[in-house]
């Protein structure tokens, strides 16, 4: 039965290794031809058309290969190779192996390698004869022989071992890498070609420690190194090969903290996977290692901050401020720092009065320490944005932006920022009209711009919100080519939300109680944005829009930090539209809401599971998945 099993895969093999050769000798042909192609001439009318030409053995053989019709492919390829051995002999070869001509395959390798006796693939391929005859230790024996005569050659050794794999001989493959690995000592370690090897094996173990032994040979290879397992463990859908190398890198880099290329791949892999926490114990190591002046570590601050991972930003940026002020970007890490607490608190569920009342304090002291400068304006339309939308102060919020804007010595980019933070301000305050006009300066003057896209889509936005639906829908469905992928991504859900919602007889009335609901949450307005969305029900027993609005109220209670009701109106928004576009989203949410907020550990697992399974096509399939095995502990810290 292993026979059999083994047989068959080796078919499997040639049959691939035959489409190989067959697209090889296509591209042959087409390039010998072209050399002599004459200039392009008028097309000619049906009736001046020649008859066609007569098929070239070529192609004829190419023809039967492909169909795997050996019997007719062989005689056309014996007179191919008579004419060029080098080129025909593989095709040849194989069309009589698969005839079980073995006899007549015997007598063509051995011509062959008398013609070229210090090729080893003809060992190996005279071997393979005798083992599709059954005479696997007459095989094994050439087999050895050809690993006992190698030569210390880089390029022999490589011939060897693709000659094994070619018959799916992966263990004579190692061998043969080893070997060669101790015939040419220190020059070249195979690691790569071993690591593929192994991966085909599925040995990701072995795969992974030849990888890091390549950069043990030379640490110039960590770019290499890192291309390749990205490939690797991208392919990886039940995690394995992440697992393996997770515990080996932590491992090696323990057991060796003097090899930095261990921190710095071990650095790369966590940024890939997110894994922010780890990432940031690497870069501080790798800081003070190579005195790299905290770059790394600003660097990753703001990617974590743009990742939503706050805990982790804020802890880079207190890092950096630890340097002291002589630290070229002092002063940009304590901007970074207090917005970052900033977002973290108005970002949470029902921040407390006096958290925003102590930042809206430190903003004032940092901006007068600091000037009005680069690293600052930043925190000013932080402030701004606290005092209008949590304070009650929109008349000095709008008075400091307006300051900003009319400064001189100010980025044109920075006052756009100001221009978009004002007009938000304003749709809050429902000057409407003020707002439109703001947004559209700025669209105008940074229409090829990602920020005059931005601007583009707060207006039309606006426009929803009051209640325009056609004209909004008009300026989303341009925005929908936009360059910047979230601004596309954001115009297409508003305009799939209007068109959804728009009733054929011009009935908007559901529409635009939600409509207006948005904008009363987009103004911190909760109770009342709850209240209109609860008369939808009331005017419509059933509408398309009931969907959308169960979701809304779920992210306005979640603000509100009433998870336990949030969860509730999600769970019903699964049970009543089972297949509708917002489904995974509120599986996913419930999710989430479970493990970081309700602390039902079970619950967010048996929700992430009904994600995988139930709706495998799900783009929040993959988080589902790692926080799933995270909670079942699976991860290796």
Known sequence: MKKTIRYCSLLIAHSSLFIILTVHCSLFIVHSSAQDRPAAKPPLLPFQTPAPQQTSDEQLAIQFFQNRDFEKAVDIYERLYNKQPVLYYPYYYYCLIEIHEYDKAEKLVKSARKADPDAPKYMVDLGYIYYREGNHEKAHKLYEDALKALPPSQQQINDLANAFNSHLENDYAIKTYLKGRELIKNTYPFSLELSMTYERMGKYKEMIDEYLNLLDFKQ???VTVEDRLQSALANDPDDSKNEIFRKTILLRAQKEPDKSYYAELLWWYSVQQRDFDLALVQAKSLDRRLNENGNRVLQLAKLCFSNNNY????????????KGSEYPFFNESKAGLLNTRYIKTVSGPD??????????????????AMGINKQSVSM??????????YLDK????????????????????????????????????NDVWEATLLYQQ???????????????FRNARLSYYIGEFKWAQAQ????????????????MALSLLISENFDADSNTVALGLYAHADLLDFRNMDEMALKTLDSIPMHFKEHTIMNQMLFKKAKIKIKQGKFAEADTLLGTLVKNYPDDILTDDAIITRGRLNEEQIKDKD?????????????????????ARKRFRTLRGDKIQ
């Open 394 to 429: 929109t008349d000095q919020a709008i008075d400091r932006l307006n300051h900003i804007i009319e400064l001189n010595d100010i980025n044109p980019l920075d006052k756009a920022d100001c221009k978009l933070d004002l007009a938000d301000i304003l749709v809050f305050t």
């Open 476 to 491: 989303l469905d341009v925005l929908k080519a936009a360059t910047s992928k979230l601004i596309a991504n954001d115009a």
């Open 442 to 456: 700025v669209n105008l003057d940074f229409r090829n711009d990602a920020i005059g896209q931005e601007a583009k």
């Open 220 to 222: 110039s290879y960590l």
């Open 311 to 322: 805990d982790a930003a804020i802890d880079a940026y207190k890092y950096l401020i630890g």
């Open 603 to 623: 619950k967010a697992m048996a929700y992430y599971e009904e994600l995988m399974t139930q709706y495998p096509g799900s783009i929040f399939n993959v988080e």
């Open 380 to 389: 000013v339309r932080n402030l701004a944005h606290l005092e209008a939308f």
């Open 351 to 368: 921040p407390l009065p006096k958290d925003l009342t102590s930042l809206e304090k430190e903003f004032e002291s940092e901006i007068q």
